[in-house]
């Protein structure tokens, strides 16, 4: 099996799991940034704290408490 044939098996079962989180198959953490070291991950699951201003670290912290992960 090949990764991206077990992404596309994976991404289902965690979109199913993680219901309340975007989840993305593929994800790039710098995508329009040129010049930027940006590497993909296989399959990622938000909150996704992308923009240089915003910061979710209370969002993860309260899913992570709630779900009891």
Known sequence: ???????????????QKFESLEVINEWRAFRGRNHQYSPRVNVAIGPFNIAPTSNKTEEYNQFFFTKNI
């Open 1 to 15: 099996m090949t990764a991206f044939e077990y992404q596309n098996i994976l991404t289902p079962i965690m979109i």
